[in-house]
């Protein structure tokens, strides 16, 4: 399972990489794509998926009395490349860059760096769009010596408009035509591109550990495919997002209507009135999927006391009172009752109370689609930096957990919640 995890991440430099390398594995376990522009037909127990802006996908397997939905996100930290790419100071090309989601800046420099992202090219009758990853490290972000600045390891001062334009060659270099090329087109035929820098280090295992860029989230994206590729029965759903590290107010992000519009037409086309509409959903159940803060052993002083998540410890189910966080007792209840199925070890997560952190996914997507809903997490270290750091058993936990959770059913009447296993969990 673990080489599949880090060949997710591998294969996945940005959200449109990590759309396309999750709609290969569907497809290759017999899932067939829907345009959202096509009429859909579905068959009871059909396995489907669409994508939206080529950078989100949902997944689903037709039917059910419920929903088993779990969501993740595609896209992490990063360096954005602007419209105009590159620029020339001081005998140098740069790229123009802007940074996207909250990153740890520093972690990024002195680093050989690539750029992947997709490419709007021109075809005889208007426009397609596709991926291009340079692959070979084209850029580096070059730090100011120490001997001109005998205090920056005392202080941590980067400015994102002067320190953080990335040198991609010297004179005579073009980064449009390496753009172009890899495209696949010549020059004059690339209308537009969005893209981004990337960390290439291929994740690895170490002493329990597992290294590599773009665990948040990634790591919970591919072990959620996973889980719902061997577990997922009629009712489960797999649900990809963007934008979720810029809050997600995006066509393709949590808060759009992408998961509404795709559950009224799978609605629609099982014949359900509002009525049965409501009846499903009364019985459903979302996971939100997003790594969360493992207590660290040169900074234990940031992590609430009575709250501390360990590498290695389990699951993390996140609490938050503003519900940034969507758990509640009963919410986490039915999940501890699937880790309990499956043998694995839960750990309850909450920020200190003075050090609040950011929103997710659970509590935006229930703006547009109202479940019962939980949040957890694969544990994890040096969260937004360039290269993260998570404990392998930690993301098997994981999984397992996940897939016990697409293996259940739940049965509510009145105040009595009861789960029944359909399939064999591991």
Known sequence: MMKKIRSFIEKSPTPFHAVSTAARRLEEAGFAFLGEEEGWKLAPGGKYYTTRSGSSLIAFVAGGEGLNLTASHSDSPTFRIKENFQS??????????????????????????????????????????????????????????????????????????????????????????????????????????????????????????????????????????????????????????????????????????????????????????????????????LLSCDNAHAIHPNFPQFADPSHTVRLGGGVALKYNAAQKYTTDALSASLFRLCCERAGVRVQPYANRADLPGGSTLGNLSNAQVSLLAADIGIPQLSMHAAVETAAVSDVVDFERAVGAFYASRLVKSGDRYDLEWERTTR
Request: one cysteine or more; proline letters at 4%.
């Open 88 to 285: 020339e100071k001081e005998g140098c090309l740069l790229l123009n860059t802007e940074p996207y989601g909250g990153m740890i800046a520093a972690s990024w420099m002195d680093r050989p760096l690539s750029a992947a992202g997709r490419a709007l090219v021109k075809t005889e009758t208007g426009l397609e769009s596709r991926l291009v990853d340079l692959r070979e490290p084209v850029a580096i972000l070059a730090s100011l010596a120490i001997h001109m600045d005998r205090e920056v390891n005392r202080k941590n001062e980067i400015d994102f408009s002067r320190h953080t334009q990335p040198i991609f060659a010297l004179p005579g270099a073009d980064f449009r035509e390496a753009v172009a090329r890899a495209a696949g087109v010549e020059l004059g035929d690339l209308l537009g591109a969005d893209l981004s820098l990337y960390e290439p280090t291929v994740p690895y295992e170490q002493g329990g550990l597992l290294i590599g860029p773009r665990l948040d989230d990634l790591a919970c994206a591919a072990t959620c495919l996973e889980a719902f590729l061997a577990q997922g029965g009629e009712g489960a759903v797999y649900a990809l997002f963007d934008n979720e590290e810029v809050g997600s107010l995006t066509r393709q992000g949590a808060s759009s209507t992408f998961l509404a519009d795709v559950l009224a037409r799978l609605f629609e086309a099982q014949g359900l009135t509002a009525e049965g509409r409501g009846r499903v959903l009364a019985q459903s159940r």
